[in-house]
Every structure is written in structure tokens, then in C-alpha cells.
């Protein structure tokens, strides 16, 4: 894992919350690559990924090496589409947060 270039996390390892040791190790090695793309999806591997680390889940809300989406389905197509960018839900994100301070800096 220390050598690769783009790691995708679609699980928790375990059976939660009693067996958490697995899940929470995985997440401390993952963030020890600091070159890869690391795209973590679905509602119940983010939950867990921000209940186990608060501190490294905050950090990589603000990582552009971390991508975090709550729909385990739309990891699978940024791995289609090779750049989480390009997403028309991403781009729509984007325009939205430029609009907002455009109308701010206006007001």
C-alpha cells in the first residue's frame, strides 16, 4: 500500500462497532501514502472513517489527495472516468461555490 498510486475504500473491515481494530488500522496505513489518490465511498465507510479518526477525517475533507463521497456508486464511476473532476455533480459543486462568492464580493 505504500507504493500505490491510487487506493479506493469501499468497506469497513469487520463487523462494526465491535471489530473495529481492522477498519481502523487500514485507515492509518492509507494515510501514510501521501502521493495517493485515495477515494473513499459510501454512507457507512465514511461514517466509520469519521467516527475512528475525527482528526485525519477533517484533514482530508480539505485534502486534494482524499476524495470523499457518501455514495459508494459514485466512486466507482470517478475510477471510470479517471478524474473525480469530471463529474457532472463535482463541476455543478464547483459553479455553485463560484456563483456564491461572486453574489458575496457583489453584496
Same mark, same amino acid.
Do not use: C
Given at each position: 500500500?505504500n507504493s ?19 477498519t ?16 473513499? /465511498? $459510501? *454512507?457507512?465507510? !465514511?461514517q466509520?472513517?469519521?467516527s475512528?479518526? @475525527?482528526?485525519?477525517? #477533517?484533514?482530508a475533507?480539505?485534502n &486534494? ?5 457518501? /455514495? $459508494? *456508486?459514485?466512486? !466507482? ?6 478524474? @473525480?473532476?469530471?463529474? #457532472?455533480?463535482v463541476?455543478?459543486? &464547483? ?13
Amino acid at each position: 500500500m505504500n507504493s500505490a498510486k491510487t487506493i479506493f475504500v469501499n468497506v469497513v473491515m469487520g463487523l462494526m462497532p465491535h471489530f473495529w481494530h481492522g477498519t481502523s488500522k487500514m485507515d492509518e496505513a492509507i494515510d501514510k501514502n501521501r502521493s495517493a489518490q485515495k477515494l473513499f /465511498g $459510501g *454512507g457507512d465507510t !465514511l461514517q466509520t472513517f469519521k467516527s475512528l479518526h @475525527p482528526a485525519l477525517y #477533517e484533514a482530508a475533507l480539505n485534502n &486534494i489527495k482524499y476524495y470523499l463521497f457518501t /455514495g $459508494g *456508486g459514485t466512486v !466507482l464511476k470517478v475510477i471510470e472516468e479517471g478524474d @473525480p473532476m469530471g463529474l #457532472e455533480i463535482v463541476k455543478a459543486l &464547483i459553479d455553485n461555490k463560484a456563483n456564491y462568492f461572486k453574489r458575496s464580493q457583489n453584496n
